[in-house]
């Protein structure tokens, strides 16, 4: 019976652990970055070029740094979810622009919209490679105190947010006196 | 014969060349150095491949990078920290052995031994049923 049974037992006990690894997906990298201190950077605003956004200019308060670029296609799918939440008002939105032309990302946001009150131009793709970015989009929640509590992978949904943005949000207003 | 020969052989060659961009090393050593470092390091985009071969933007970047550090003066290991911090030991196609990577590191070799002990066990059970005079024949001198 034993001899029956137990080939059998393995074999579908391979089978539920194949299949689970079915449901994982190799492209999300877990990133180091957790619960360390943003990486520094220092980089020109889309908008006002005069203007610099870096890391002190938006300590303070929490926000949630989306890595977008106009050659992204799903940066346009995930572009009415970017924008509700800006327009939440619950946390402020920072685009950091990331190895594009100025011109097509302005371009880009005359035709969809402007969600985000800095857009931080990473050009050279360095402050990108900083952060672990492998790329576009890319979501980052950083706290006032600058340090990354989550970041997202790929286009963010509602769910996302609702189910791990908003929490976080909640609980650094909760730890805020 | 020679000529098809020699073309084969270009033709390998051209793989081995095929994604390292201009860089300007300074010497032979650097050059080696470099091709050795980026043929350790993983592409996160094109997951599958490593630093020297894929043509993505960020594997362009990346080997820039590199290359950038190099200059520096950073160490290999200094190097493979830097992106290590950044995009974690995924990056790293000989990732350090530690409890997250102990199944990893250990898993296959423990199959193998449950897969061997099973084929040992089926063995002895199978000689042990054999007739005692049968396989005593072979033993005799």
Redesign the interface.
């Known amino acids: 019976m034993w001899r029956f049974l137990l080939p059998l037992g393995m074999a579908a006990a391979l089978g539920v652990l194949l299949f689970a690894g079915l449901g994982i997906d190799p492209k999300l990298i877990p990133s180091p970055l957790i619960d360390k201190p943003a990486p520094v950077f220092d980089l020109p605003e889309l908008n006002q070029p005069e203007a610099r956004v870096s890391n002190g200019t938006l300590a303070g308060a929490p926000y949630v740094l989306n890595v977008w670029a106009s050659w992204c296609p799903s940066c346009r799918d995930e572009h009415p979810v970017i924008e509700d939440l800006a327009r939440s008002g619950k946390v402020r939105v920072v685009g950091l622009n990331w190895k594009d032309e100025p011109v097509d990302a302005k371009r880009w946001l005359a035709q969809f919209g402007n969600p985000y009150t800095d857009i931080a131009v990473d050009q050279s793709g360095r402050t990108g490679i900083d952060f672990g970015v492998y790329g576009a989009p890319e979501t980052f929640l950083v706290d006032a105190k600058g340090v990354v509590r989550f970041k997202h992978v790929g286009t963010i949904t509602h769910e996302v947010i609702a189910r791990e943005i908003e929490p976080r949000l909640a609980q650094m207003q909760g730890a805020a006196p | 014969m020679k000529r098809a020969l020699l073309l084969i052989g270009l033709l390998l060659l051209s793989c081995i060349a095929s994604a390292i961009d201009p860089l300007a090393f300074k010497d032979d050593v650097e050059r080696v150095r470099f091709q050795k470092l980026v043929a350790e390091l993983r592409c ?2 094109c ?1 599958n491949q490593n630093l020297a071969d894929s043509n993505a ?2 594997a362009k ?2 080997r820039l ?1 590199v290359f950038e550090l190099m200059q520096e003066g950073r160490s290999d290991a200094q190097i493979k920290e830097f992106l ?5 030991d ?1 990056v790293l196609y000989n990732p350090p052995v530690k409890p997250q990577t102990w199944v990893l590191w250990f898993g296959p070799g423990l199959v193998v031994l449950i897969g061997a002990s099973f084929v040992v066990a089926s063995i002895r059970r199978r000689a042990r049923a054999l007739p005692a005079d049968a396989a005593g024949i072979e033993d005799q001198p």
């Open positions: 996160t985009v997951q933007e960020l970047d990346l990078k290590v911090a950044r995009y974690g995924f």
